[in-house]
């Protein structure tokens, strides 16, 4: 039990450390691999707790999306090498603020939220699955299905919103100096 | 005893592998080839590119070997000749491969070299083509055994091998894990004639060792879960079962490796087209198609 | 073998994977040290030195296809569960799961319609 | 001990890699596997394996001719080869800047496999030495050169400010090559090491002067010293009352002095520092605009605008004619641009003065390695025309061509071959080309049912054609007199080129006979003469002028020549892969380009 316990908070601390990483890195692969490492390491965490197909549910899942992320991000951010060294931190003080009272809401509700009794019988790992799967099919089949749902209008969003050519402001010099000249003028006067 | 023949056994067939590679790449048999490879390789400098991302350059080598091991530990030779019999196996060794394209991510983009970066980002649209084409024939496997436990799925053959059973779901598997394995003529991120060698171009030494270590481990590991998911896995008509594994998943990797030879390198636009356009209306048919057959014939 | 040990033994399959590449750097260490020579550290470009670093913001033409993959990938969490069970349901999991696959499908048919699955 | 690791006292260890390093060779071939090949020599055969590129191989194999810009490359490349090494030259003597070669041999397979034996032998005894030293060569030289981020054409040796816009210059390395082009920094202009700096400086040093449009932009989303709110997605909405914006409906932001966001006001640009800069004008620090950075760069096809990188494909580029100097401008795995050049080129000027007809022959023939005869076949008809003389063999002649184009198309199918990962194409198409080179008539008629079935089976390779059907189609109106095929793209010119094997075997038949070439005794003659000669890469000119039995003119026009400029109509737009199939597809000799 107590090793158990042991590798739960190891597993734990390498999540909350991982996810610091993220931020402290300049690469934004790094940034993007970090967190991923994070989330593996929340799969370990579940492994621990024996929560099987759940633990490598995460591991599998979070490896390829966040490596899609990964690409996303050297594609859109500036410096994705971190050669710069530039800060990527913006609006330091209001998410310092949201931060904290999400840790405070989280742990909130993970010291006072009633978790039922504690399981002493853990079924084991292939048991979970097909109580899973039974599930599934019974009684939340509707969420099942209005998640299929969800996932279509998600793959119709994304969809749009990727095949359309991105608006953004016309590239021509005239176009885009002249809002900028307007104003500025005005502040140096 | 049965854990020393385990590691006997996958020692072997990994060298068997690596003997197997170069002897289809070159058309020579040196059986004593990947060791002298390994020991040429083992006197080499170890170069570590200027002003690289150390970290991922170190890592993803060795990424790639953890990942390809650990997703050979669900899959059984003979029963009870098995690392860790994983209630989700089948899952399990999915969940470990995806690991290889985080490996080869990192190991594209440590360098700073063009060819290394280009084949690692490759590779990750590689996998987008090929991930639901090993995802959804495995779930028809699952089906029809009713378990994702490797041995269960072995069991659940005994009467009829899932290659007879469900033929559809093992041509998509075998070209999904050809290109998990990313061996030619999927071999996008590593080619020689596009890219110099792309991921494996900046390495040397012993980081290549690693490198190739786990290129023939994920490969081995790829050719065994064939084995396992369609073609019986240990069942044999006689003889001991582990043997029975070893001639099947060798067979299938020589297949593997030789088969691809033939063929031109695949363009990512058309890989990811094919497996698209084809591969995953193919491959929910066949999970329409063996739902009926295992309520209707349940072999 | 309970579950427990069963992890142990896949944790401890990847700390001595750790230890095995570990000695193998030990051993290559003890054979020599890379001598540092002008250029020999620079990525290899067939012949030509490229000092340039390339990590830059890539091009990468399959993020349709990516975004498609994440959704179907999701879908994938509910199949695993539904086809362990599959057999036991029968007909009930078949319409059930064959409704979820056909939603699913739309989704790819929408994607194709838009031209989703072409290169960029 | 150029190419040995450095280790005092080798142990059992040291012994056992030293043999197995010589039981494993891997060897980059400069000029490259196609002189190798042309030469007569079975690298395979010898027990040698092509390595793919610098950091897979252990032995850089030298072959002639080599020039200068040749060496310089291989040079680069046995910098980046990691250690132990040798180098193995046959047939050529002087290496320089490369060290003296471990084994010295002579241009043949006998002298090859004697080579590759001493190699062995010498691996095993001297993989690790005490007396090691480094190398060095200078062009592996770097320097340090400052550049202006915003005006990537300013160059200068020595930091300081921007003529153009007075900002600060950032170092960068580069070769000693002076003769850098300086286009190919256009596209680097926004690398992002420059990135940050150009942020920073341009904060720095901002004078008033400075073009306030463009200085608008790189604050990003400040507004008017006035405003009180703004939208964050249009800068240029600013409004003294909140609101939501007209363009869009989002709430306008209010801005603040000194807030994250804020706007504020230009007045004082004397800051000392940078942090005080974004102290005072509530810019965080290093925080860069994306319309700043991508403003100008050129767009990608889908509108969306990434940063290109230059990246050199040659000259030792394996599946890419050796000595050919390609360089690409990748956006992504696309081809945005490609240069192409020569490392081994010829010149056809008469450095000194006339020579005589025979040695300019010789000289022709000794330019072009990979076609030979066929250009020693030119330089012959050419003189023979300005003579006016007629050669009585002109068949025989023709036969001999014929031999060459089999070998030429040959070896392009072994470089198809390992481009595409097709590994018995490459092969069977080098063991053919290899009988094809020595053969005499009775040889290659015995070959040919051998050839026949080989061409079937390339014919036949599955998805080969499907393959190569996409790629490499020529614009309309492009000057490609290559093999023709009714289709326009790289899959009709495999099968031309097939064709073209076939209907030369054909004639050699015909022929009855393989002539030698030798130029007909002209005298004393003067004048003038052209001739042409269908090479296996379409048709080579070549204008002389005679001046008493000596050559005092000469223009040579080369199919490569005209068709490198088809390089970049062929790759614009393409996937790294297709691009380079196409360039295949086209079939260029270096050789037969201008240094």
Same mark, same amino acid.
């Given at each position: ?55 490598? %549910? ?15 991000? &050297? ?10 060294? +530039? ?8 998410? *310092? ?11 909130? %509700? ?18 979970? &699955? ?60 | 005893?049965?854990?020393?023949? *385990? ?89 470990? %491969? ?81 290109? +998990?394995?990313? &061996? ?20 040397? =030494? ?55 030879? +033939?063929?031109? $390198? ?34 | ?20 590449? %570990? ?98 | +001990?150029?190419?040995? $690791? ?331 641009? !490609? ?77 198809? =071959? ?135 003119? !000469? ?41």
């Amino acid at each position: 039990m107590s090793v158990q316990v042991i590798f739960l908070l190891a597993f734990g601390l390498a999540a909350v450390w991982f996810g610091i990483v993220v931020f402290r890195t300049h690469s934004m692969v790094r940034s993007a691999l970090a967190l991923l490492f994070s989330q593996t390491a929340v799969g370990a965490m579940f492994l621990v707790m024996q929560a099987e197909f759940l633990g490598v %549910l995460q591991i599998m899942m979070m490896a390829t999306e966040m490596s899609i992320m990964a690409i996303f991000m &050297v594609m859109f951010m500036m410096d994705p090498g971190g050669l710069g060294e +530039m800060d990527m931190k913006h609006q330091r003080k209001l998410s *310092l603020w949201a931060g904290i009272i999400a840790f405070g809401g989280a742990s909130g %509700l993970a010291l006072f939220g009633d978790w039922g009794p504690i399981a002493t019988q853990i079924p084991d790992a292939g048991e979970q &699955v097909r109580l899973l799967g039974i599930e599934l099919l019974g009684r939340s089949m509707l969420i099942f299905e209005s998640a299929g749902l969800t996932i279509l209008t998600a793959m119709i969003a994304a969809t749009s919103i990727a095949v359309q050519p991105p608006h953004r402001p016309k590239e021509t010099p005239d176009k885009s100096k002249e809002p900028y000249q307007v104003h500025n003028h005005g502040g140096a006067a | 005893m049965s854990s020393f023949v *385990l590691i006997a056994s996958l020692i072997f067939a990994t060298y068997g592998v690596a003997v197997i590679e170069e002897w289809v790449s070159t058309n020579r048999l040196r059986l004593a080839g990947p060791l002298i490879s390994t020991l040429r390789l083992l006197g080499q400098e170890n170069i570590l590119p200027r002003k690289s991302d150390r970290l991922f350059f170190e890592v993803g080598p060795v990424l790639l070997l953890i990942a390809a091991l650990l997703s050979l530990a669900v899959i059984p030779l003979a029963p009870g000749l098995i690392v860790t019999d994983l209630a989700t196996g089948a899952l399990f060794f999915n969940a470990a %491969l995806a690991y290889v394209l985080v490996a080869m991510i990192m190991a594209g983009w440590g360098p700073d070299g063009a060819y290394g970066m280009i084949g690692g980002w490759r590779f990750l649209g590689q996998l987008i083509a090929y991930a639901m084409l090993v995802v959804m024939p495995i779930t028809t496997v699952a089906m029809r055994a009713e378990s994702l436990s490797t041995i269960d799925i072995v069991n659940s053959q005994e009467m009829l091998w899932n290659i007879a059973y469900q033929p559809l779901g093992f041509l998509l598997f075998l070209f999904a894990g050809m290109a +998990m394995a990313f &061996v030619p003529p999927f071999d996008l991120p590593v080619a020689s004639g596009e890219l110099a060698g792309g991921v494996e171009a900046e390495y040397t =030494g012993v980081r290549l060792i690693i490198f190739r270590l786990g290129r023939m481990v994920l490969i081995l590991s790829v050719s065994s879960a064939i084995v396992v998911f369609y073609l019986g896995g240990w069942l044999g008509p006689f003889g001991p079962d582990w043997s029975w594994s070893m001639i099947k998943i060798l067979g299938v990797a020589a297949l593997m490796l030789s088969g691809g030879r +033939m063929l031109p $390198r695949i363009r990512e636009a058309t890989l990811l087209a094919w497996s698209w356009k084809l591969g995953i209306p193919l491959a929910l048919a066949n999970i329409f198609l063996v739902g009926v057959l295992v309520l209707v014939v349940p072999l | 073998m309970s579950q427990l040990q069963q992890y142990a033994i896949l944790f401890g399959l990847t700390v001595g994977t750790l230890g095995l590449v %570990l000695s193998l750097y030990a051993l290559a260490r003890a054979i020599g040290k890379t001598r540092k020579e002008p250029g020999k550290d620079v990525p290899a470009t067939a012949g030509q030195l490229s000092r340039d670093p390339v990590w830059v913001r890539y091009h990468a033409r399959y993020t349709t296809f990516a975004l498609l993959f994440l959704a179907f990938d999701m879908e994938m969490a509910f199949m695993y569960p539904w086809a362990v069970v599959y057999k036991e349901e029968g007909l009930v999991a078949l319409l059930d799961m064959g409704v979820f696959l056909a939603i699913l499908f739309l989704g790819l048919l929408y994607g194709w319609s838009q031209s989703a699955l072409k290169r960029q | +001990m150029f190419g040995s $690791r450095e280790f005092s006292k080798p142990n059992l260890l040291h012994g056992l890699i030293g043999r197995a390093t010589g039981n494993d060779l891997r060897v980059l071939v400069v000029p490259g596997p196609e002189l190798a090949l042309a030469g007569g020599l079975d690298l395979m055969d010898a027990g040698l394996r092509m390595a793919s590129g610098p950091r897979d191989a252990n032995v850089l194999l030298l072959l002639p001719p080599l020039g200068d810009k040749m060496l310089n490359a291989a040079s680069v490349a046995f910098a980046q080869m990691p250690r132990p090494r040798a180098i193995v030259a046959l047939g050529v003597k002087n290496i320089s800047p490369l060290p003296e070669a471990d084994i010295y041999g002579e241009l043949s397979q006998a002298g090859l496999i004697e080579s590759v034996n001493s190699l062995r032998l010498h691996f095993a005894q001297n993989s690790f030495s005490n007396s090691v030293q480094s190398f060095d060569a200078p062009a592996l030289q770097s320097r340090i050169e400052y550049t202006c981020p915003m005006h990537p054409e300013v160059v200068s040796n020595q930091p300081g400010s921007c003529p153009k816009c007075g900002m600060d210059l950032v170092p960068r390395e580069t070769g000693t090559d002076t003769g850098q082009p300086e286009e190919k920094s256009v596209q680097k202009t926004q690398s992002s090491s420059n990135a940050a700096h150009a942020h920073s400086s341009h904060v720095k040093t901002a004078p008033a002067e400075v073009d306030h449009g463009e200085h608008k932009k790189a604050d990003g989303e400040s507004g008017d010293a006035t405003a009180k709110y703004t939208c964050p997605m249009h800068p240029e909405v600013v409004s003294d009352e909140p609101g939501s914006c007209p363009k869009c409906g989002m709430f306008l932001e209010p801005v603040k002095a000194e807030s994250d966001h804020g706007s504020h006001s230009h007045g004082s640009h004397s800051h000392e520092s940078e942090s005080s800069v974004s102290k005072l004008i509530g810019l965080e620090p290093g925080f860069m605009s994306m319309i700043e950075m991508t403003e100008g760069t050129p767009r990608s096809s889908d509108g969306l605008q990434m940063e290109w990188i230059t990246v050199p494909f040659g000259p030792f580029f394996p599946g890419l004619p050796a000595g050919f100097g390609l360089e690409l401008t990748l956006d992504g795995d696309n081809v945005a641009k !490609a240069t192409t050049s020569s490392f081994c080129g010829f010149s056809d000027s008469l450095e000194n003065g006339p020579i005589n007809a025979g040695d300019y022959v010789e000289n022709l023939q000794g330019q072009m390695p990979l076609a030979p005869l066929t250009y020693r076949l030119l330089a012959c008809r050419a003189i023979e025309a300005a003579a006016e003389k007629t050669s009585e063999n002109d068949n025989l002649r023709d036969a001999t061509l014929a031999q060459e184009r089999i070998a030429s198309q040959l070896r392009w199918l072994t470089n198809l =071959g390992r481009q595409l990962g097709l590994k018995g194409i490459e092969r069977k198409a080098a063991k053919l080309q290899l009988l094809i080179i020595g053969a005499d008539y009775e040889q290659i008629i015995k070959l040919t049912p051998e050839l026949s079935q080989f061409i079937k089976k390339v014919k036949a390779t599955p998805f080969l054609r499907r393959r190569l059907d996409a790629v490499g189609e020529l614009p309309p109106q492009s000057n490609w007199d290559g093999p023709q095929s009714i289709e326009n793209n790289a899959a009709g010119r495999l099968v031309a080129r097939l064709d073209d094997i076939s209907q030369s075997l054909a004639l050699i038949k015909k022929a009855g006979a393989i002539g030698e070439i030798k130029l007909a005794e002209i005298g004393n003659a003067a004048g003038h003469g052209h001739a042409s000669v269908d090479t296996a890469r379409g048709k080579a000119n070549l204008h002389v002028e005679l001046k008493g039995g000596q050559v005092i003119s !000469a223009k040579l026009d080369t199919p490569s020549m005209r068709h490198t400029e088809l390089v970049a109509p062929l790759t614009d737009q393409q996937e790294l892969g297709d691009a380079l199939v196409a360039i295949a597809s086209i079939d260029i000799s270096p050789w037969e380009m201008r240094v």
